[in-house]
């Protein structure tokens, strides 16, 4: 089942504030995303359901298995487009903003292409 674009949005940001914080609650989701708390309440059921988020004892948002692998995948897409368009001369906060939205549309192989570019000019 492919997920759509908001549900890999979630996945991103719950691996981003895991990273940064330690640990991520729905408050903490609808914080960075500027969201209310039903919708992020609503997103966390269906991703629960779809096997890619789980709670804990806690409340803590936890990512299973193929959650943390869709949200890798979408993060490392972000980075690495934001870095092609920064390299381009777009300023980083549109570059980051303009990624977020290109991660989610991609081709694997245009992805795959722009990747090898931003490896090779790193080595440069």
Do not use: W
Request: aromatic share 4%; proline share 1%; charged share 35%.
């Amino acid at each position: 089942m492919k997920i759509q674009e908001s549900g890999e949005n979630y996945l991103e940001t719950i691996l981003v504030l895991k990273e940064r914080n330690g640990c991520v609650r729905a408050v903490d989701i609808a914080n960075e995303l500027n969201f209310s708390k039903p919708s992020v309440s609503k997103a966390m059921s269906v991703l629960k359901e779809a096997g890619h988020v789980k709670v804990d004892r806690l409340n803590q948002i936890l990512l299973t298995e193929t959650g943390r692998e869709i949200a890798e995948k979408i993060y490392e897409r972000h980075l690495i487009l934001t870095e092609y368009l920064v390299s381009l001369g777009v300023d980083e906060e549109i570059a980051s903003k303009d990624a977020c939205k290109i991660e989610h549309i991609i081709s694997v192989e245009s992805f795959e292409k722009i990747k090898e570019l931003v490896e090779k000019n790193r080595k440069n």
